[in-house]
């Protein structure tokens, strides 16, 4: 089986990976993660497994997904000892344990060549720090462990329901990646591609059902034509990119993080929790209030946040670029039937969210200026939320909304990127 890693222009050819020196991080995250139902057969079976889960971790795993407990107002593995190491590998070994924490950080997609390109989630420290042992030498065994890929999508769609397939809908993204690498910002670049990928689409003739290459050619020249708007910065966050922060950065403060389905032992205020949860919700739509959130090291007030300059068009705003490409180049954005505008979608959202969460990151330490340690956690939490770990599926029906309504809405979209620009 052939095996890829990503381009070197976006990923180092000496990616390094080892898991040591990070407070088990994967296994302490507001996420589901969830194995065969062959594997929860072999749990249920084991009496070590029973005890250790009780009765309500036992449906749980039932469910096909790993219990949670909380502790330090963090949701951890019921598996994760004091001494943050996995029980059930020290106990039965590292194949013993889901595929996918054995596999993880690594994710496979097969490209459009049918080569498989490894999936580095940038939340794991050595990825994203890049410190351990060489990949290449572990790519085969994580591959063994993950025991399947995923594969790109044969075709996407435009908005107006003409059918784009996998070479064709390529070529619009190869364009994406070229204008990210050599734009100044992030944000303008992304809003120049989302008017550019609508005039792609209008040039397509319409009614003909599925895009030929002599279509594509014609309107990728019509769309080169198009005379693309400047972005201009707003000065507050327009109200959709409200409700994004609200939702995603929003569920990454106690005690919303902690309050998932498959959490075991819940506490007896749990009510309480939620009154305080829709709290943390409302503190994010007002831009005032104290929040306390995932990887910022002590609570802060959201009003501070403005106070911190903007980044996307400096020096820092390169490490959001590599990242953009990166996500391109891994194919994963592409994995599944949907419209192409989407994927622009996406990586406005993931921008959006990694500038907003550097920000709270400084502002939380008292600076003005975000670091490269800032932007990198912000990647981390963009990878966990929007591009990596999070399934559309489980995002619900207000995310699902605002997702449609900035996709066919060119103002709304732009006031979104506008607000980090």
Request: glycine residues 6%; aromatic residues 8%.
């Amino acid at each position: 089986m052939a095996t890829k890693l990503i381009a070197p222009s976006s990923h180092p050819p000496n990616q390094k990976f080892e898991c040591r020196d990070c407070p088990a991080r994967c296994c302490r995250m507001p996420w589901n993660i969830r194995f065969s139902g062959d594997e929860a057969r072999r749990y249920l079976a084991e009496p070590w497994v029973r005890e250790r889960v009780g009765e309500e971790g036992a449906l749980v795993i039932g469910r096909g997904v790993l219990p949670v407990r909380e502790r330090d107002r963090q949701l951890q593995c019921v598996f994760l000892d004091d001494d943050m190491l996995c029980s059930m590998q020290k106990r039965f070994g590292h194949e013993y344990i889901p595929k996918s924490c054995q596999a993880f950080p690594f994710g496979f997609v097969r490209d459009e060549k049918d080569a498989v390109v490894a999936q580095l989630s940038q939340l794991c420290p050595s990825i994203r720090d890049n410190y351990g042992k060489p990949v290449d030498r572990q790519l085969k065994a994580k591959l063994q462990q993950r025991g399947d890929t995923e594969r790109m999508s044969t075709a996407l769609a435009t908005l107006s329901g003409v059918i784009l397939p996998q070479p064709l809908y390529l070529r619009a993204a190869r364009h994406w990646e070229e204008q990210i690498a050599t734009g100044a910002s992030p944000a303008s670049t992304l809003a120049r591609l989302y008017d550019w990928t609508a005039a792609f689409e209008r040039a397509l003739p319409q009614g003909q059902g599925r895009a030929t290459d002599a279509s594509v050619d014609a309107a990728l020249g019509q769309a080169g034509k198009e005379e693309l708007e400047p972005l201009a910065p707003r000065k507050k966050p327009s109200f959709y990119a409200r409700v994004l922060f609200a939702y995603l950065l929003g569920n990454l403060c106690y005690p919303s993080r902690v309050r998932e389905p498959h959490r075991v032992e819940k506490a007896s205020w749990t009510e309480l929790q939620a009154l305080r949860s829709f709290g943390n919700k409302a503190a994010w739509m007002l831009g005032r209030g104290t929040v306390d959130m995932m990887f910022v090291p002590r609570p802060f007030k959201l009003q501070r946040v403005s106070t911190v300059d903007r980044f996307l068009a400096g020096d820092e705003g390169a490490a959001v670029k590599d990242y953009l490409r990166l996500v391109l180049q891994r194919r994963h954005i592409f994995s599944a039937p949907r419209h192409l505008l989407a994927a622009v979608l996406d990586l406005s959202l993931a921008t959006v969210v990694i500038s907003r969460f550097a920000r709270c990151r400084a502002a939380a330490d008292g600076r003005v200026k975000v670091s490269l340690e800032d932007v990198r956690e912000g990647i981390s939490v963009a990878e966990l939320v929007l591009l990596s770990h999070a399934a559309l599926s489980e995002q619900g029906t207000v995310m699902k909304n605002l997702r449609w309504l900035l996709l066919t809405k060119r103002e709304s979209f732009r006031a979104l990127l506008a607000t980090e620009a």
